[in-house]
């Protein structure tokens, strides 16, 4: 079994196109100037998988980002090594470093 996604989302990059809450209304709401709300905790169900990922890829200016349970600990490099200059400390997720 696959564990749950979890988004988030950068209010401050948002430009107000709309495109997260037509593609995933579930997760998405838009206040009164069209900009993006995140509804819930950013926890994802099988079920909405693929609308939230449409949401994340369709997003123009990369607003949303997809988060492992790692992240709020500090990440590890996948080995559990630590970083050195051969062995960046960040992980490229969905085309964009992070």
């Known amino acids: 079994m696959n564990p749950k ?10 430009d ?9 209304p579930k997760h998405f709401s838009l206040d009164d100037w069209g900009y993006a709300s995140l ?8 079920a909405d998988r693929d609308d939230v990922l ?4 369709d997003c123009p200016v ?8 790692n992240e709020f600990v500090g990440e590890a490099p996948p080995n559990g090594t630590a970083a050195t200059d ?8 969905w085309g964009f470093a992070q």
């Open 39 to 46: 509804i819930g905790d950013g926890t994802v169900e099988e």
């Open 86 to 93: 051969e062995a960046p400390a960040f992980e490229a997720r």
């Open 5 to 14: 996604m979890r988004i988030r989302l950068d209010r401050t990059i948002c």
């Open 16 to 24: 107000g196109f709309g495109i997260c809450a037509k593609q995933a």
């Open 54 to 57: 449409r949401a994340l890829f």
């Open 62 to 69: 990369h607003a949303i980002v997809e988060i492992s349970d």
